[in-house]
């Protein structure tokens, strides 16, 4: 699985740099594979080719995109079982998850787009107005590993729906899936130019995408800090900017809520890709009165939560991506024992029989104050935080209290309660009594967790841009 060349203006290309980014198994430490450390010359050269390509895929024929995206999504079904294998190898998310989440909802996404474009409408009267919507342009993709592929077709899909061309840079961690998408993209017969592959650092080929003068829009996933200074290098040339940032969602059970169905379903929400998820419910708010009939069942649960080989079916829970990530989830572990948090189950030592991977125990605290570090801050790792309130008002303060605001959890017996309290959470998502991901449904954070939305109709209207044409009144 290594990777000589980038993908330009429709060919493999080579780079103009010698350096090279290896690509690490999380689950053993290997070394599978490695891409190139695109240069700034590269991403030059590929922006060159996504402005030479925007006229041509800009007016091109609606049915063209539609097919385009309708094999596109017939292409990842195709290759569903190599795709997920890789993305398992590259990130360590268990097999089954990944055939799943890592590719089944890319396909999906892909196919959302043709369906959108079969109906919308992309001009509206408006007394003497004609409003039009065109494509906004060149856009610079910039993603993280966690679900490496579903955040690049979060934006490919939708650029190449509104007739956007655009430059990938994929994270470092996790390359390997855009070369493939590359390939598949290439085959289908994307006219040249319109997709642009340049792997390499956020901090050299990342930073010089969002800068440039002739890069329209930049989409970009990753931290909060990341994010900022993407904004910081795209203001100067006035380039419109969405972030997808970091989460520390809260998980509410109502007083009326049935708190056993809530912490059951409290672990996968969590803990879905081994707690590497932006939108994990991390913080879990119940009432004191049903407190001690909940923690056994999640301690029970978490310590039922085994971390094992992800390329075995049955394991649930894979490595964290990399030394780093696992040296700061343990950190994180370590100053919640620190701080006074109770430990549920779970800890920081090391799970025997998987020391040459990148694993850490599920683990889960109770009597997290909001003061703590791991009350506040994203932790990107299985670690549940648990927090008792004794009165609804105290429920939402703490729910609320948050520099993010991605996602979040509400329990109630009563729907209406549940949706009343859910438009109080400032926050992008709410799912009520564990209502499911929804891929048409806009996805996206208030406060630091981001500007602008994915997916749906939304997010397809973030590549547009909007003109009015005044007529003379008769
Ligand atoms: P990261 O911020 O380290 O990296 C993300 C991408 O940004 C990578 O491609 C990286 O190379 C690039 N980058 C880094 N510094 C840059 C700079 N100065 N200029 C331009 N590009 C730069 O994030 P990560 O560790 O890959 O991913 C984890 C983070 O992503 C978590 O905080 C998580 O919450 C967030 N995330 C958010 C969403 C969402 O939709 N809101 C989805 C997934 C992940």
Redesign the pocket.
């Known amino acids: 699985m290594h990777r000589d060349m980038l993908y330009i203006g429709g060919s493999w290309t080579e780079s103009k740099g010698e350096g090279r980014i290896s690509v690490e198994n999380p689950a053993t430490g290997d070394i599978i594979g490695s891409v190139p450390e695109g240069t700034l010359e590269d991403a030059d050269t590929a922006v060159l080719a996504a402005r030479e390509a925007f006229e041509g895929w800009s007016n091109s024929p609606i049915e063209e995109r539609i097919r385009v995206l309708n094999s596109l999504s017939e292409s990842f079904k195709t290759r569903t079982n190599e795709l997920a294998e890789l993305i398992t190898k590259e990130v360590g998310t268990p097999i089954e998850y990944s055939k799943m989440a890592m590719v089944g909802t890319p396909r999906v996404v892909t196919r959302s787009y043709a369906k959108l474009l079969e109906s919308y409408n992309w001009e509206e009267e408006v007394r003497n107005s004609t409003i039009v919507r065109e494509p906004i342009g060149v856009c610079a993709f ?6 490496p592929l579903h ?1 690049i077709i979060g934006k490919v899909a939708p650029a190449i729906a509104a007739g956007c061309t655009m430059v990938l ?5 996790a390359p390997l899936n855009a070369f493939i998408l590359a390939e598949m993209l290439d085959e289908i017969g994307l006219p040249k130019g319109v997709f642009n592959l340049v792997s390499g ?3 050299t080929v ?2 010089h995408l ?1 800068s440039h003068p002739e890069v329209d829009m930049v989409s ?8 900022v ?2 904004s910081q ?1 795209a203001a100067e040339s006035v380039k419109r900017v969405t972030l ?4 520390k969602s809260a998980n509410v059970v109502l007083e009326d809520g049935n708190g056993i169905r809530a912490a059951k379903s409290a672990i996968g929400a969590c803990f879905a890709n081994s707690g590497q998820t ?2 994990a419910l991390t913080r879990l708010i119940v009432p004191e009165s049903i407190l001690k009939d909940i923690i056994p069942i999640i301690a029970e649960r978490v310590d039922g939560y085994k971390p094992g080989d992800p390329m075995d079916p049955k394991t649930r829970c894979g490595p964290m991506v990399s030394a780093n990530q696992q040296e700061s989830v343990l950190g994180y572990i370590r100053s919640g024992i620190e701080e006074g948090a109770i430990l549920v189950a779970g800890g920081s030592d090391l799970i025997e029989g998987l020391e040459s991977g990148y694993f850490v125990k599920p683990t889960a605290f109770m009597n997290v104050e909001p003061d703590m570090k791991i009350w506040k801050e ?1 932790i ?1 790792g299985p670690v549940l935080c648990i927090a008792s309130y004794s009165s609804e008002d105290e429920a939402l303060s703490l729910a609320n209290d948050s520099e993010y605001g ?1 996602s979040g959890g509400v329990w109630s017996e009563d729907t209406d309660r549940a949706i009343a309290f859910a438009k109080k959470m400032r926050t992008g998502q709410v799912s009520v009594n564990g209502g499911p991901f929804n891929i048409s449904a806009p ?3 208030y406060k630091k ?2 500007n602008g939305r ?1 997916l749906g109709v939304h997010g397809f209207e973030e590549f547009l841009e909007i003109k009015s044409i005044q007529k003379p009144i008769e």
Do not use: D, H, M
């Not at 840079?169 to 961690?173: C, I, L, W």
């Not at 970009?220 to 994010?227: E, K, Q, V, Y």
């Open positions: 910039i993603t993280p590993w966690n679900f955040q840079k994929p994270s470092k961690e650092y956020g901090s990342g930073s969002a970009f996933t990753g931290s909060t800090a990341a994010g200074r993407v290098a997808e940032l970091g989460g932006c939108s994203e990107f991605l996805f996206g954070g967790s981001g994915e």
